[in-house]
């Protein structure tokens, strides 16, 4: 092994070698290369100062023109290392004193680092030599203070050639070495120029950012180990770009907010100088000003891996505060940052989190709909991302905002729901789902089903959002388990939404059913007898009555019969093949899926009726509620109906499955298995559910199995043996089974023989008597032929067994006996037998059995107080006399000439004992059976004696009435115009009209057991007969608000009756002419006040033979004085000096009286200001209690009313605070009807179908909501200030340490709040109009003034 040389050798050898280089110049390349190669290599081992002495003339000639710029790039390169490393070894003298020849050196440095892109090439390990030799001693810092021409741009042009030479696959080798070139250049520079500047920030934005990993890397570097003269220069750039706005004159200037973004993830702690400018930003006037800062700043908080809101917390609580900035867009910003911040994960402090949220919570009632819009966006994207930090009560808010004013809000909420349920679904697809995320999001179905009373949204919204409700990976056993899982939580709105919604499903299959069938036999029509011209215009006819039909069944109903018209134009056979088999019941998911996708895409997206198809075929279809899932659900009942532990699952089970058996029995096939083990269980209610599902979808039983029959067989003995409840379901089956079935004409029959047998033979058992009962009385409403070939037996039983045991003594008890009910149940049994039936043979027997069953009601219903020792306890006599009432009604329904009056009388007096019982029972039966208006006139007598409750009831139900007796009145016009000559028309029609209602009122006041005697009621000024007036006012008020063309009619009959006399006794008949009297003065007076019109009515009057007879003359009063003349007329048998009063309301438990008594007079203080002084408005929002006593305007109330304040009282203190929740609607809560057999109750259940339920629904929801009257200003205190329509604020306080709002309230400290609040109870139940308090003008500030005056 050769002996190593000494450093001086290697010197001397590198200096002989230097010597060479002139004769090599022109001998070729390689053998430059080698000799510079090998005074490299001698170089290298020669150290920092040790021999340079022996290095003389090699400087010179490395430095000549001809090896810098030579045309091989490998000359230049080791010429370049070998002056690198004579730099070195002459270091810290520099052996050039010239600076034109040290630039040169750098020229050549900057030329030979370039080839360090590539590390595979031959060039790099010499570029990366050269790399090392700079990095080691800092070569380049002379760079610095080079003076000659084009010396400044070198250091700008070192940074970009390490910046480009750089790249991932070198970054191993070179990074650090050209980390510590730069690093040192920057710490050795007095100032970092703008172009290093912009080298180094170009590197950190998009897009050399991306171009370039390596170098992003480099420069996050030199960010932060130059914590002087880079951050320096940093600082300055970036608060310069802010103040200018990005209108300086770096190139980067206008980017200035991604390179802040940038170096904040980088080291946030770099710009600390920054942060206090965008600080006074957030505060500034100015609002366009504060919205850029918002944004700024929201960006750098929540940009990937920025640690600003860790490392600078009071930054972050001050911008925090921007939620409540007066301006809308600001809000709108923070609501958009607040969901990003926390996605993000840059947040590490939890309080930071709920104050966000909380911030959430409050901007969903905030008066802009484009902040609650925001809002709602926000807290539904962590709720599909991060939904631990949503709390269900918050989820729940934002569900809260389907009763939005604003459409766009409604509609946005339904949409993000949905997603995020979609979302909860997917999570959890293929695992048990936890309790709290199940009650996070199981709610959500519910409340989507509630759109179905939006106007704008309805089922026609709400159907595709169910029926893509679940992604297709959700097994079909995991969507009906999360389905009991909503039901489990629906309450009865979204219950009677959602049978709506199969109603109308099974409407549209319906129709499109009748349009298959009639097109099919038009295309035979037209391939068996052609194209004729007559047979082509019927079946045009036809076929347009279809469109029509299909139509109807969406928003549009013009536009889509004509898109229905386009789809039948269409030859393609395969689309109208699949509309078949998409309706038929037994049409599995996937395959109705398949057919879905094969239909759309024979139609065509570029097809005009394309989105109407896709609707059209989301309607059709059974799913997600067909075949598979009633038999998924039925075998999770059956599974889990032992297990104590899942009982509220499977009693929501059973329920959906009524529910579904009600809207849609054709579903219900093949699951007589699973209904049979239902049937026999031992629980009662369990069996009592398996009958409701049977009796509403009855078809499932129609067959000859071994299964069906097992079933029917237990049905029969439930008819008999069961409860009540039970034997009504099992019997309403068997009678469905003897009308529409092939084989089952014999078992209710069978059932109704053993029942006539055993009562025959008195082995009925008391234990029996519910289910009997309810048997007979299904089958007496039913199959009434049926009823009356054993009416004799059922007759004799009830009447002289039942009706005839000894009930209990016991005067004390307030509770009704088993008996008694069990009499009571007898009672409508007889009632509902007296069902008209179409066997004409039948009709004497029926009549007499109808004047029987008059005659035992009559002895409940007007036995006196001997008689009533019978009925034992006073809870038991009047609840026979109730029963008695209700069967009466029963009976009246299919029968109404047995409308007699003294039966009339009672029944009418009912309401005195049982108000809320007999006022839905008159008003349903008046609107849903056709009870003649006579039956009206009682609900006025609950305008004396009752709450305001009761009150309130009986009015709506009144209007209810009226309403439906003017639609019946119409509907007889229309009818009988082209049979009926017009005089005989409008004395037919006035006895099916509303106002036909007064002369029963009339005639029940007159027989009132508490009217005064003729001399009582003329005594002081007729004070006695002042509660008959408040009732006939009751009824006249309501009569007259829904109509004032009924004021001809009603005065004619009010003086017609004069020229009557009682039918049943002369005697009473002052009484009659003393009530029309009242209630002549009661509609004349009303019509002076409004300016109505009282013309003559052009009709005759006729009058029920059974209550009035009519007499020659009209009856006369007593004279004024005596010895005068009598009176006649008008007000002739009124009490002299007799005046009209309202009624007051009474008071209810708060001491406060309803809002329907008179308003108190309050006398005008001229020392007190009718308004408040209005201060110039401020940029500030206002607190969240300014905002809620802030006056709520009413959409479209132009004109101030003021009898209608007359009327009118303010709830609550003149001072106190009236609440309002701004963006809600105020409707009055929905009144819908319940689904058949759904509560339980036995006493409507057999005297309603499902048709008539579902048009009940329909006009139910289709009505639109009224609003209430406006509220009042409130909250005059200092609290005001904070309004943006009153408020103003402080002069003088430095804008630095202002907030634009006062702290938010928690949601704890809200509800609290809502709890003192005296309309707290309506925040969340009913909805309110609102306004927008940026557009508040004169004329909304003068309707303020007037409400606050009253």
């Not at 082995?763 to 007496?780: C, F, K, Y």
């Not at 179409?838 to 107080?865: F, G, N």
């Not at 002369?1066 to 009659?1072: A, E, Q, T, Y």
Request: with cysteine.
């Amino acid at each position: 092994m050769a002996e190593q040389k000494t450093e001086r050798e290697c010197a001397m050898e590198a200096e002989r070698l230097g010597n060479k280089l002139k004769g090599a110049m022109n001998s070729g390349k390689s053998q430059l290369v080698k000799i510079l190669k090998d005074i490299s290599d001698a170089l290298s081992r020669v150290g920092q100062g040790e021999d340079g002495g022996e290095i003389n003339d090699l400087p010179r000639k490395l430095i000549t023109a001809t090896l810098l710029k030579h045309k091989e790039k490998e000359v230049r390169l080791y010429a370049a290392l070998c002056l690198s490393d004579v730099l070195r070894i002459f270091a810290p003298e520099d052996p050039y004193q010239d600076d034109l020849v040290l630039k040169g050196v750098y020229v050549a440095f900057l030329d030979a680092l370039a080839h360090l892109k590539d590390p595979s090439k031959s060039t790099f390990e010499c570029a990366h030599a050269l790399l090392q030799n700079i990095a080691a001693i800092g070569l380049c810092v002379p760079m610095l203070d080079l003076e000659c021409e084009g010396a400044d741009a070198l250091v700008p042009q070192l940074f970009e050639t390490l910046f480009d030479a750089l790249n991932p696959s070198n970054a191993g080798l070179v990074e650090e070495d050209v980390t510590k070139v730069l690093a040192i250049m920057i710490e050795e520079d007095e100032s970092t120029s703008p172009e290093v500047l912009h080298a180094v920030l170009e590197r950190l934005i998009q897009p050399m950012r991306g171009e370039n990993s390596a170098a992003h890397s480099l420069a996050c570097n030199l960010v932060r180990k130059s914590e002087n003269n880079l951050q320096l220069a940093v600082q300055h750039f970036l608060t310069d770009a802010l103040n200018t706005r990005g209108a300086g004159d770096h190139p980067l200037s206008k980017r200035y907010a991604d390179v802040l973004e940038a170096v904040a993830v980088v080291d946030s702690t770099s710009l600390v100088t920054v942060w206090p400018v965008i600080m006074d930003e957030l505060q500034n006037d100015d609002e366009e000003a504060r919205l850029r800062a918002v944004r700024l700043f929201g960006r750098i908080l929540s940009a990937p891996g920025s640690a600003v809101a860790r490392d600078f917390g009071n930054y972050l609580q001050q911008f925090l505060k921007r939620f409540n900035d007066k301006c809308t867009a600001v809000r709108v910003e923070m609501c958009r940052w607040g969901a990003s911040f926390l996605l993000c994960g840059n947040n590490s402090d939890p309080s930071v989190a709920r104050e966000v949220v909380e911030s959430f919570d409050q901007r969903l009632l905030d008066f802009n709909q484009e902040v609650r819009c925001a809002s709602v966006s926000a807290i539904c994207d962590l709720a599909e991302s991060f939904p631990r930090l949503i709390e269900p009560e918050l989820l729940k808010a934002v569900g809260d905002r389907m009763v939005d004013k604003k459409n766009s809000v409604r509609q946005l909420v339904m949409k993000r729901l949905s997603a995020a349920y979609r979302v909860y679904v997917a999570r959890f697809a293929d695992t048990e789902t936890p309790p709290a995320e199940a009650l996070r999001f199981d709610w959500i179905p519910s409340l989507l089903l509630k759109g179905c009373y939006q106007l704008d949204i309805k089922y026609h919204v709400v159907e595709p959002i169910l029926a893509d409700l679940f992604p297709a990976k959700v097994s079909l056993e995991r969507r009906s388990t999360y389905w009991l899982q909503a039901l489990c939580s629906m309450d009865e709105v979204s219950s009677r939404a959602f049978t709506h919604m199969l109603g109308a499903k099974l409407k549209v299959q319906r129709d499109m059913r009748e349009y298959l069938s009639v097109r099919q036999k038009t295309k035979a029509s037209q391939q068996s007898q052609g194209a004729e011209e007559a047979a082509e215009e019927v079946d045009a006819e036809t076929l347009a009555r279809q469109f029509t039909k299909v139509g109807s069944n969406f928003p549009d109903p013009k536009k889509a019969a004509g898109h229905m018209e386009k789809i039948h134009a269409m030859k393609d056979g395969n689309i109208f093949r699949g509309l078949s088999a998409l309706i038929k019941p037994e049409t599995s998911a996937a395959e109705c899926e398949r057919i879905t996708d094969d239909i759309l895409k024979r139609i065509g997206s570029k097809n005009s009726a394309y989105e109407w198809a896709k609707l059209l075929l989301v309607k059709l279809s059974q799913q997600p509620f067909g075949r598979e899932h009633v038999c998924r659900v039925l075998e999770m009942a059956v599974a889990a109906v032992d297990d104590k532990g899942k009982l509220s699952s499977v009693t929501a089970a059973l329920q959906h499955l009524v529910q579904l058996a009600t809207s849609a029995p054709h579903v219900f096939g093949l699951v007589a298995k699973d209904l049979t083990s239902l049937v026999h269980h031992g629980n009662e209610n369990v069996v009592e559910v398996a009958c409701r599902i049977t009796a509403s979808a009855p078809s499932c039983l129609d067959g000859t199995s071994t299964l069906q029959g097992a079933i029917i067989d237990r049905l029969k003995v439930l008819c008999v043996e069961g409860t009540g409840a039970q034997a009504k379901q099992a019997a309403r089956t068997l009678v469905w089974l003897a009308c529409h079935g092939k084989d089952g004409h014999g078992h209710i029959k069978e059932v109704l023989e053993v029942i006539s047998e055993a009562a025959r033979d008195d082995e009925l058992l008391d234990s029996n008597l519910p289910g009997v009962l309810a048997t007979v009385s299904v089958v007496g409403q039913r199959m009434p032929a049926l009823f009356m070939q054993h009416v004799d037996d059922i007759e004799t039983f009830i009447v002289k067994d039942l009706m005839s045991r000894p009930l209990p003594q016991s005067p004390k008890s307030s509770r009704v006996s088993s008996l008694a009910q069990m009499q009571s149940s007898g009672l409508k049994a007889l009632a509902i037998g007296c069902t008209r039936s179409q066997d004409k043979s039948q009709a004497a027997t029926r009549s007499a059995y109808t004047k029987r069953v008059v005659e035992v009601l009559r002895s409940i219903l007007l036995a006196d107080a001997n008689d009533m020792e019978r009925f034992g306890s006073a809870a038991d006599a009047a609840h026979l006399r109730v029963a008695a009432g209700k069967a009466f009604l029963v009976l009246v329904r299919s029968t109404p000439s047995f409308v007699q009056p003294d039966l009339f009388v009672s029944t009418a007096l009912l309401v005195k004992e049982s108000p809320a019982e007999m006022i839905g029972k008159f008003e349903h039966g008046i609107i849903k059976h056709g009870l003649p208006q006579a039956f009206a006139a009682p609900l006025a007598l609950c305008a004396v004696g009752h709450d305001s409750i009761t009150r309130k009831t009986a009015a709506d139900a009144l209007s209810s009435i009226f309403a439906n007796l003017r639609r019946r009145s119409v509907e007889f016009r229309e009818r009988y115009a082209s049979s009926m000559d017009a005089a005989t028309l409008n004395r037919t029609a006035l006895t099916h009209s509303a106002e036909y209602t007064l002369p029963y009122l009339v005639f029940l006041l007159a027989h009132h057991p508490d009217l005064p005697s003729k001399e009582m009621g003329a005594a002081n000024n007729g004070v006695a007969y002042r509660p008959f007036q408040q009732m006939v006012s009751f009824l006249v008020g309501t009569l007259t608000a829904g109509s004032k063309q009924c004021l001809p009619a009603a005065l004619k009959m009010m003086r017609a009756l004069k020229g009557t006399v009682d039918s049943t006794n002369v005697d009473l008949s002052h009484g009659i002419y003393v009530m029309s009297d009242i209630a002549l003065l009661v509609l004349n007076k009303l019509a002076a006040q409004k300016g109505w019109d009282t013309g003559q009515f052009p009709g005759q009057i006729s009058w029920p033979k059974a209550f009035f007879t009519l007499q020659e003359r009209r009856a006369k009063g007593d004279p004024i004085d005596e010895g005068g003349a009598p009176r006649v007329g008008d007000y002739s048998h009124l009490p002299v000096g007799f005046e009209l009063k309202a009624a007051a309301a009474p008071k209810q438990a708060d001491g406060q009286r309803s809002k329907t008594a008179p308003r108190r007079s309050r006398k005008k203080d001229p020392k007190t200001p009718l308004r408040k002084n209005v201060a110039a408005p401020s940029r500030r929002l206002p607190s969240r209690a300014a905002r809620r006593a802030a006056f709520v305007d009413t959409d479209g109330e132009e004109d101030y009313d003021e009898d209608e304040d007359a009327i009118m009282e303010v709830d609550g203190d003149d001072d106190g605070a009236n609440l309002a929740t701004f963006g809600l609607r105020r409707e009055p809560a929905l009144e819908l009807p319940a689904p058949s057999g759904w509560k339980g109750e036995e006493e409507d259940e057999e005297e309603e179908d499902d048709e008539e339920e579902e048009e009940e629904f329909e006009d139910e929801s289709d009505d639109e909501p009224s609003e209430d009257e406006n509220e009042a200003l409130a909250n005059e205190g200092d609290e005001a200030l904070d309004s943006p329509v009153m408020g103003k604020r402080k002069s003088g306080a430095p804008l630095a340490v202002r907030t634009n709002t006062p702290p938010p309230r928690s949601r704890s400290a809200r509800t609290a709040a809502k709890v003192t609040s005296p309309l707290a109870d309506k925040r969340r139940t009913t909805a309110a109009s609102s306004y927008d308090p940026e557009n508040l003008d004169g004329a909304t500030i003068g309707r303020v003034s007037k409400q606050r005056r009253r």
